[in-house]
Antibody
Framework: EVQLQQSGPELVKPGASVKISCKAS????????MNWVKQSHGKSLEWIGR????????FYNQKFKGKATLTVDKSSSTAHMELLSLTSEDSAVYYC??????????WGQGTLVTVSA | DIQMTQTTSSLSASLGDRVTISCSAS??????LNWYQQKPDGTVKLLIY???SLHSGVPSRFSGSGSGTDYSLTISNLEPEDIATYYC?????????FGGGTKLEIK
């Protein structure tokens, strides 16, 4: 059974950074790109980018370049996303999910990031 | 970037109804179109990929169709557990983009 367990909610101050994680199990972690998606409150979904866990290659949505940094730890089948220089616009739920030929068949439960002083 | 438009942001229907949700792309996407369901608790599931292929475990009352720039998701015989928001997503070109969502409610 494919499972994606994301880290818990984060409350961070403006200007700070936060790193959230997504632990994968039930499939070959290095065989599929890992994608990250943002959902601001009451809004639609935005694709942030993806990483190839096999070699670490990344592709970012231009909108999120400089905002998000994607990494993986193959030894623990965990993907990470660091969000930099946080502002209120970064308050959102962030989802992870492996990409199989253009679609995310399985999604994590989401991680709520709240940016507030 | 390719813009995805779901012109109906909310839709009210009765149990047992047939419901169609539409999605249009700002340019042709060659059937590279997926549909997702998001429940009120935030859980997201893949329903349909490549316009009309049903994801494993998804009830057969869900179906997808379309071509070029216009696509649709149909739910036949609406059931209570179908209350959710539905999003289309194109993967013809990076960055992937999603529609604004259609929230389905019971009348």
């Amino acid at each position: 059974e494919v499972q994606l367990q994301q880290s818990g909610p984060e409350l961070v101050k403006p200007g700070a950074s936060v790193k959230i994680s997504c632990k994968a199990s039930g499939y070959s972690f290095t065989g599929y790109f890992m994608n990250w998606v943002k959902q601001s409150h009451g809004k639609s979904l935005e694709w942030i980018g993806r990483i190839n866990p096999y070699n670490g290659d990344t592709f970012y949505n231009q909108k999120f370049k400089g905002k998000a940094t994607l990494t993986v730890d193959k030894s623990s089948s965990t993907a990470h996303m660091e969000l930099l220089s946080l502002t209120s616009e970064d308050s959102a739920v962030y989802y992870c999910g492996p990409d199989s030929s253009g679609y995310v068949a399985y999604w994590g439960q989401g991680t709520l990031v709240t940016v507030s002083a | 970037d390719i813009q995805m438009t779901q012109t109906t942001s909310s839709l009210s229907a009765s149990l047992g109804d047939r419901v169609t949700i539409s999605c249009s792309a700002s340019q042709g996407i060659s059937n590279y179109l997926n549909w997702y369901q998001q429940k009120p608790d935030g859980t997201v599931k893949l329903l349909i990929y490549y316009t009309s292929s049903l994801h494993s475990g998804v009830p057969s009352r869900f179906s997808g169709s379309g071509s070029g720039t216009d696509y649709s998701l149909t739910i036949s015989n609406l059931e209570p557990e179908d209350i959710a928001t539905y999003y289309c997503q194109q993967y013809s070109k990076l960055p992937w983009t999603f529609g604004g969502g259609t929230k389905l409610e019971i009348k």
